[in-house]
């Protein structure tokens, strides 16, 4: 889920910038389309999971008497044939939109508007019906009409900081002139990044004082599912480094103008979002928390995908050329 949220996050910022335009997607278009190239890889990371669905899935199992009668009442939706049906249909939308992201997009134009604007649509549809099936889905009791915000959210801001990351690492666009005389570059580009933040955090919010003032048991108990064992603490440290610290640092101007400060923001929401997506996918899939198995998985995964994105931001002639031959066609 860390890793297939880069490029989504990275294709609806392209769409975002379709639409809106300004000089700090510019900039970040490079890194993004190159972290755009890594979507069939990240989608073909899911799946082995698809072999043993089991495991993961309390609703696949092979014997549904035993779970709880709000669960029964959802596997009309969630079964096995009709789950990999709607996994062939929003992969294949998402694969589409990388495609025409990435035909219409160089160092020179953005995407045109009709092309974003429909496919910020088709994307918002996708994602609702992914994080339903990949993420709701491993607590079937528990339900939230805000989560596919929550997730789209969540996965534009991890796009955005590293895009960020990467510029800060590789020029200096504090340097460079932003949208108006009285900005840098980078502070237009941190500007959006917090705008980007502050939604996140606004939904994130919202969800949990919805579900608490509703008094609902079963919405509840995802919350203190993930308030004990040990769990509090990835909360307590996912507050930190994805909100508090980054929202100081975004209200301090010298920050923004400053290359080592933009660098610090960047990392910050990184870890954040990390954090985040841990927080919200792990807890439910085994009753203990091991932490070496998950570190050996995560550099397992995180280090096909990063192999993946290193070459497509060292090669950005094969993007160029994927447009130039589907123009050419």
Same mark, same amino acid.
């Given at each position: 889920?860390?890793?297939?949220?880069?490029?989504?996050?990275?294709?609806?910022?392209?769409?975002?910038?379709? @639409?809106?335009?300004?000089?700090?997607?510019?900039?970040?278009?490079?890194?993004?389309?190159?972290?755009?190239?890594?979507?069939?890889?990240?989608?073909?990371?899911?799946?082995?999971?698809?072999?043993?669905?089991?495991?993961?899935?309390?609703?696949?199992?092979?014997?549904?008497?035993?779970?709880?009668? *709000?669960?029964?009442?959802?596997?009309?939706?969630?079964?096995?044939?009709?789950?990999?049906?709607?996994?062939?249909?929003? $992969?294949?939308?998402?694969?589409?939109?990388?495609?025409?992201?990435?035909?219409?997009?160089?160092?020179?134009?953005?995407?045109?508007?009709?092309?974003?604007?429909?496919?910020?649509?088709?994307?918002?549809?996708?994602?609702?019906?992914?994080?339903?099936?990949?993420?709701?889905?491993?607590?079937?009791?528990?339900?939230?009409?805000?989560?596919?915000?929550?997730?789209?959210?969540?996965?534009?801001?991890?796009?955005?900081?590293?895009?960020?990351?990467?510029?800060?690492?590789?020029?200096?666009?504090?340097?460079?002139?932003?949208?108006?005389?009285?900005? $840098?570059?980078?502070?237009?580009?941190?500007?959006?990044?917090?705008?980007?933040?502050? *939604?996140?955090?606004?939904?994130?919010?919202?969800?949990?004082?919805?579900?608490?003032?509703?008094?609902?048991?079963?919405?509840?108990?995802?919350?203190?599912?993930?308030?004990?064992?040990?769990?509090?603490?990835?909360?307590? @440290?996912?507050?930190?480094?994805?909100?508090?610290?980054?929202?100081?640092?975004?209200?301090?101007?010298?920050?923004?103008?400053?290359?080592?400060?933009?660098?610090?923001?960047?990392?910050?929401?990184?870890?954040?979002?990390?954090?985040?997506?841990?927080?919200?996918?792990?807890?439910?899939?085994?009753?203990?928390?091991?932490?070496?198995?998950?570190?050996?998985?995560?550099?397992?995964?995180?280090?096909?995908?990063?192999?993946?994105?290193?070459?497509?931001?060292?090669?950005?002639?094969?993007?160029?050329?994927?447009?130039?031959?589907?123009?050419?066609?």
């Amino acid at each position: 889920m860390f890793v297939l949220g880069f490029p989504l996050g990275a294709m609806s910022v392209l769409m975002i910038h379709g @639409l809106t335009g300004g000089r700090w997607g510019v900039v970040m278009r490079a890194p993004l389309r190159a972290i755009v190239a890594t979507l069939p890889l990240a989608l073909a990371l899911l799946l082995p999971l698809l072999f043993r669905p089991d495991l993961i899935f309390p609703w696949a199992a092979p014997d549904p008497a035993g779970l709880p009668d *709000t669960v029964r009442l959802k596997l009309a939706y969630l079964n096995l044939p009709f789950f990999l049906l709607r996994f062939v249909v929003y $992969a294949a939308a998402w694969l589409i939109l990388a495609w025409l992201v990435l035909k219409g997009t160089d160092e020179k134009s953005r995407l045109d508007g009709k092309t974003s604007a429909l496919g910020l649509v088709i994307h918002a549809f996708a994602i609702a019906v992914f994080s339903t099936d990949w993420m709701l889905s491993l607590e079937p009791d528990f339900t939230s009409t805000i989560y596919a915000l929550l997730e789209a959210s969540a996965q534009i801001v991890g796009a955005s900081a590293l895009a960020l990351f990467v510029l800060a690492v590789t020029r200096s666009i504090e340097a460079l002139p932003g949208g108006d005389s009285r900005t $840098a570059l980078g502070e237009d580009v941190a500007n959006m990044l917090f705008g980007f933040m502050l *939604t996140w955090a606004y939904l994130a919010f919202m969800q949990w004082v919805i579900i608490w003032a509703g008094d609902l048991p079963d919405d509840i108990r995802w919350y203190m599912l993930r308030s004990e064992n040990g769990w509090q603490h990835l909360l307590l @440290l996912l507050v930190l480094v994805h909100f508090v610290a980054p929202f100081a640092g975004f209200l301090i101007r010298d920050v923004k103008r400053s290359h080592r400060g933009l660098l610090w923001l960047a990392a910050a929401l990184l870890a954040g979002h990390f954090a985040d997506v841990a927080w919200r996918i792990r807890p439910p899939l085994a009753d203990d928390a091991a932490v070496w198995p998950d570190l050996a998985a995560f550099a397992a995964v995180g280090g096909l995908w990063l192999g993946g994105f290193l070459f497509a931001r060292a090669h950005p002639q094969t993007l160029f050329l994927l447009r130039r031959r589907a123009v050419d066609g």
